[in-house]
T-cell receptor, first 115, second 110 residues
Framework: DGGITQSPKYLFRKEGQNVTLSCEQNLNHDAMYWYRQDPGQGLRLIYYSQIVNDFQKGDIAEGYSVSREKKESFPLTVTSAQKNPTAFYLC??????????????FGEGSRLTVL | GENVEQHPSTLSVQEGDSAVIKCTYSDSASNYFPWYKQELGKGPQLIIDIRSNVGEKKDQRIAVTLNKTAKHFSLHITETQPEDSAVYFCAASRGYIPTFGRGTSLIVHP
C-alpha cells in the first residue's frame, strides 16, 4: 500500500553518536521534508528536497545532514553537533513544484532520545 | 519570513459543544491555509484547507474561515466527539513550504 515509512519508530542514542533516521515513500512525490516536533513548539523545518540530488536548509538545519540519492528516499542524520537532539522527527512529502497542491503527507514519526 | 500565531494552546470542551481555534499570519502574500490533525503517536494529517480566494469552506462538522484583511483564519468544529481529541495545527504558505502554528491540544470530554 502507498505511503511514507519512517524507521526506526523509537531510537536511543548516547551523547556524541551520530544516528540516521530513514524515510521511504512510494507515493511518487517529488518533494520530501524533515520536521522536528518539540512540545509546544509546533513543527520546525530541518531540511527539504524538491528533486533528486538537491536539498535546501530549513529553519533549524544546524547539526543535521541529509541526502537525496533516490526519489523514494530522504534519510536524516542527526550528528553529534546537534546540541539538543531529543525530539520527535517527522518526514513528509508533497507532489512538488510541477503539480503542487500544497498538501503535505506525513509519516508516523521517529522518536529519538539521547541518554 | 512568515510568522503564524495559534491560540489557544489547550482547549477543553464537553462532547457536543463547538470548538474554535484561531490563527494569525504575518505575510500578506500567503495564499494557502491548511489545517492538520495529529493523533497521539502519529503524524499530522490534513483535515481541511482554504485558499486566499475563498472566505469560508465547510466539510461536514468542520469549517474554516479566512479574513485576508485582518490576516487571520479559524477552524470551527461543531458537535464535537471524543475522537476529535487531538493536536491541531494551522499553517500558512505562499509556495510549497508552510509555516506552522504551535498547535492546539483539543480535549473532548464524554
Amino acid at each position: 500500500d502507498g505511503g511514507i515509512t519512517q524507521s526506526p519508530k523509537y531510537l536511543f542514542r548516547k551523547e556524541g553518536q551520530n544516528v540516521t533516521l530513514s524515510c521511504e515513500q512510494n507515493l511518487n512525490h517529488d518533494a520530501m521534508y524533515w520536521y522536528r516536533q518539540d512540545p509546544g513548539q509546533g513543527l520546525r523545518l530541518i531540511y527539504y528536497s524538491q528533486i533528486v540530488n538537491d536539498f535546501q536548509k530549513g529553519d533549524i538545519a544546524e547539526g543535521y545532514s541529509v541526502s537525496r540519492e533516490k526519489k523514494e528516499s530522504f534519510p536524516l542524520t542527526v550528528t553529534s553537533a546537534q546540541k539538543n537532539p531529543t525530539a520527535f522527527y517527522l518526514c513528509a512529502t508533497s507532489t512538488g513544484l510541477r503539480r503542487n497542491t500544497g498538501e503535505l503527507f506525513f509519516g508516523e514519526g521517529s522518536r529519538l532520545t539521547v541518554l | 519570513g512568515e510568522n503564524v500565531e495559534q491560540h489557544p494552546s489547550t482547549l477543553s470542551v464537553q462532547e457536543g459543544d463547538s470548538a474554535v481555534i484561531k490563527c494569525t499570519y504575518s505575510d500578506s502574500a500567503s495564499n494557502y491555509f491548511p489545517w492538520y490533525k495529529q493523533e497521539l503517536g502519529k503524524g499530522p494529517q490534513l483535515i481541511i484547507d482554504i485558499r486566499s480566494n475563498v472566505g469560508e469552506k465547510k466539510d461536514q462538522r468542520i469549517a474554516v474561515t479566512l479574513n485576508k484583511t485582518a490576516k487571520h483564519f479559524s477552524l470551527h468544529i461543531t458537535e464535537t466527539q471524543p475522537e476529535d481529541s487531538a493536536v491541531y495545527f494551522c499553517a500558512a504558505s505562499r509556495g510549497y513550504i508552510p509555516t506552522f502554528g504551535r498547535g492546539t491540544s483539543l480535549i473532548v470530554h464524554p
